[in-house]
């Protein structure tokens, strides 16, 4: 693999030249610190990049390796677990079948490393020395990601390059042990703990970058030759994403003291119409949930095959999105911002509990903001008619429905039976909660949660710890809907 030098020459090479900014996450935070520095390629659609990770050994016992994820291999021709379903293949393939990955050629400061796991999605690293729990080593990465040309969340997608998933993701910890997830179609496979990221990227010239935290150009050394760098720190947050490209138009407003931006292609012809669904609802969702933690919040659309994406101060919305459809979307987003970013959930085995939650955010702000068309009457109705469908279908056809709400994503049987459960019965079984405890103990409950678990990951036993000591009981209602036992 090609081995990167500082300074050789200009352009792709000048990706470490980064003296003079002022680095992130060096203010004693106590958590892991990623410095990427990284270069895009359009010609060849690449991202050569260097990794230097600070990072906490997270298991409760001694270790000599660490695990990583691996996203960016779900994209490789013959992924046995396939970034998107049939059914979403055209919307995302846009140019036909096109094929990424990631290459990493080298981690500095580790014995060896490895790729391996059940879809080449985890990179073992073996470290020079045992590291107790707790204990911090340094480690260098250096990689090559390839984008495929797709619609999705890493890719080169119909409207800019969507970069999200595209470093090694040190794996969450299950058990007392790192959990090596598969990518899945059903949901979002990702789960990580919050970090500091100081990122260095290096674009060309002519493209627009969006970021979720401020980005400002590298105006010391620059890179020379069409290109130019810009660094962004992002400190406390779970990951960092992206999107850059040529065309892009920004609007901006202010939600409170917040600043809020929407970067569009030119062929949104209601750019005013989005920044203020963003805005309104960052707002809506900080008073009723808890004040957000980010400086900035952008929403950005983009090629992407389904609604939209969330990722902290960030949320990528689909640019196939009718306008009807963009309330209910910028809404669903912008509550992941509380339930994913901010409160973490683990979404690969427990999706009900962010997306149940993003739901039932949106609907208190479209029911708060009735000039979008919705009330919350409407969108629990509309949730109850499609479960119902769904469990007549499936207890046709399979002779009975799973509707179990705890399992792994790759449990679900596709994107119909992922919805009906963890977004529409999600819904129902907070409907449901909330209609049994009234609405101030229910959100009293919500503020709990959001409080004791901002910056950190809870478990659903958490999440129902917090209702419980609102309104002894109602653990039963939740247990009868996860465990499958209700009848709706
Ligand atoms: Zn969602």
């Not at 004693?28 to 990794?51: C, F, H, P, Q, V």
């Not at 629990?380 to 705890?406: G, L, P, W």
């Not at 790759?410 to 129902?428: C, F, H, N």
Request: hydrophobic share 40%; net charge negative.
């Amino acid at each position: 693999m090609k081995r990167i030098a500082c300074c050789v020459a200009a352009g792709t090479l000048a990706l470490f030249c980064t003296a003079g900014l002022a680095a992130c996450g060096k203010g004693g935070s106590g958590r892991d610190l990623y410095t990427i520095r990284a270069a895009y390629r359009a010609e060849d659609k690449t991202l050569t990049a260097e990794m230097e990770a600070e990072i906490k050994n997270p298991l409760p016992m001694s270790t000599d390796e660490l695990k990583f994820q691996l996203w960016p291999n779900a994209f490789r021709e013959g992924a046995k677990y396939a970034p998107v379903s049939k059914i979403f293949e055209n919307a995302a393939y846009y140019n036909g079948k096109s094929y990424g990955g990631i290459d990493v050629s080298a981690v500095e400061g580790a014995e060896s490393f490895s790729v391996g796991g059940e879809d080449e999605n985890i990179l073992t690293v073996k470290l020079k020395e045992t590291l107790d729990a707790g204990e911090s080593v340094e480690l260098s990465f250096r990689f090559e990601v390839k984008l495929a040309e797709i619609n999705h969340r890493l890719g080169v997608s119909e409207c800019g390059v969507n970069l999200s998933g595209f470093y090694p993701v040190l794996c969450a910890v299950e058990s007392g042990q790192f959990a090596e997830h598969v990518y899945s179609s059903n949901g979002d496979p990702f789960v990580s703990e919050i970090a500091d990221f100081d990122v260095t990227l290096t674009l060309p010239e002519s493209y627009t970058l969006v970021s979720g935290f401020a980005a400002e150009e590298v105006k010391e050394n620059a890179p020379s030759g069409g290109v130019k760098a810009y660094h962004v720190c992002e400190e406390g947050v779970r990951e960092v994403a992206f999107v850059f490209g040529e065309g892009f138009e920004c609007v901006q407003d202010t939600a409170g003291e917040k600043e809020v931006f929407y970067y569009y292609p030119a062929a949104d012809k209601d750019p005013a119409r989005t920044l203020k669904l963003a805005a309104e609802s960052l707002a809506f969702f900080g008073d009723t949930f808890g004040e957000d933690i980010y400086p900035r919040y952008t929403v950005v659309m983009t090629g992407f095959a389904y609604g939209g994406m969330e990722f902290p101060a960030l949320s990528m919305i689909s640019s196939d999105l009718r306008e009807e459809e963009l309330p209910a979307v910028v809404a669903h987003e912008t509550a992941h911002q509380w339930w994913y970013a901010m409160v973490g959930s683990d979404q690969y085995n427990s999706a009900w509990q962010d997306e149940g939650l993003a739901e039932l955010s949106s609907a208190l702000f479209l029911d708060a903001y009735p000039d979008y068309g919705s009330s919350y009457r409407d969108l629990v109705t509309a949730s109850e008619q499609a479960y119902r469908a769904f469990f007549s279908v499936h207890s046709q056809v399979h002779k009975e429905a799973d509707t179990t709400m705890i399992r792994p994503l790759t449990a679900y049987s596709g994107d119909y039976e992922y919805r009906s459960i963890a977004y529409d019965k999600g819904l129902i079984l907070f409907d449901r909660i909330r209609e049994v405890m009234g609405e101030r103990k229910f959100l009293g409950a919500l503020k709990d949660y959001f409080k004791e678990y901002c910056g950190k990951i809870a478990s659903a036993e958490d999440l129902v710890a917090c209702f419980e000591r609102r309104s002894g009981g109602i653990e039963d209602l939740f247990a009868s809907f996860l465990e499958g036992r209700c009848i709706i």
